[in-house]
T-cell receptor, first 116, second 117 residues
Framework: AQTVTQSQPEMSVQEAETVTLSCTYD???????LFWYKQPPSRQMILVIR??????QNATENRFSVNFQKAAKSFSLKISDSQLGDAAMYFC?????????????FGDGTTLTVKP | GAVVSQHPSWVICKSGTSVKIECRSL??????MFWYRQFPKQSLMLMAT?????????EQGVEKDKFLINHASLTLSTLTVTSAHPEDSSFYIC?????????????FGEGSRLTVL
């Protein structure tokens, strides 16, 4: 079974600084997706960034980027120039590819605090 | 982008009553939706996979008679908590898989907070 581990229950960062959230996963599949989702205090989950396992290039979305290390099964999220609105719980998630209705596996989450 | 709406966002009910939560895909058809339960500051716990036109697939340990799921159309799935008790109080979230070309991510509803008195 696939597992996703986020070893940092809580992290804090000063506004405008950079923070990295860690995620490791375990799978025997070769083709899969990895995601970072954000859950702000409003509680609605939104997608931050997505990575396809077959792509070697790390995904980037504006201030958000990932460091995807397939061999090490590591998928960290870097938030640059942190803003107060980045404060939220962040979940790392895994999903098998090539399946119509596969379930996603979520990590336990990292609560990010942004200090003004 | 794909929009998923959940209603109600907040509900309080008396113990022993039933509560229905709706999950709608507003601008796409969703053959598959997922229902989760989330406790404060914890991860999402998958309860069941809702498939349009067929029975839901429940995760181990989830009582199917307690949590009734109906996916009667391509845009609507409902979760009914039957004979609710205080221990059913929680935050319930639905998500839907967008149509092809599918890039793997899920789109989530706003969540529904259930409080059973």
């Amino acid at each position: 079974a696939q597992t996703v581990t986020q070893s940092q229950p809580e992290m804090s960062v000063q506004e405008a600084e950079t923070v990295t959230l860690s995620c490791t996963y375990d799978t025997s599949e070769s083709d899969y997706y990895l995601f970072w989702y954000k859950q702000p205090p409003s509680r609605q989950m939104i997608l931050v960034i997505r990575q396809e396992a077959y792509k070697q290039q790390n995904a980037t979305e504006n201030r958000f980027s990932v460091n995807f290390q397939k061999a090490a099964k590591s998928f960290s999220l870097k938030i640059s120039d942190s803003q107060l609105g980045d404060a939220a719980m962040y979940f790392c998630a895994y999903r098998r590819a090539n399946t119509n209705a596969g379930k996603s596996t979520f990590g336990d989450g990292t609560t990010l605090t942004v200090k003004p | 982008g794909a929009v998923v709406s959940q209603h109600p966002s907040w509900v309080i009910c008396k113990s022993g009553t039933s509560v229905k939560i709706e999950c709608r895909s507003l601008d796409f058809q969703a053959t598959t939706m997922f229902w989760y339960r989330q406790f404060p500051k914890q991860s999402l716990m998958l309860m069941a996979t809702s498939n349009e036109g067929s029975k839901a697939t429940y995760e181990q340990g989830v009582e199917k008679d307690k949590f009734l799921i109906n996916h009667a159309s391509l845009t609507l799935s409902t979760l009914t908590v039957t004979s609710a008790h205080p221990e059913d109080s929680s935050f319930y979230i639905c998500s839907a898989r967008p149509p092809e070309p599918y890039t793997g991510e899920l789109f989530f509803g706003e969540g529904s907070r259930l409080t059973v008195l």
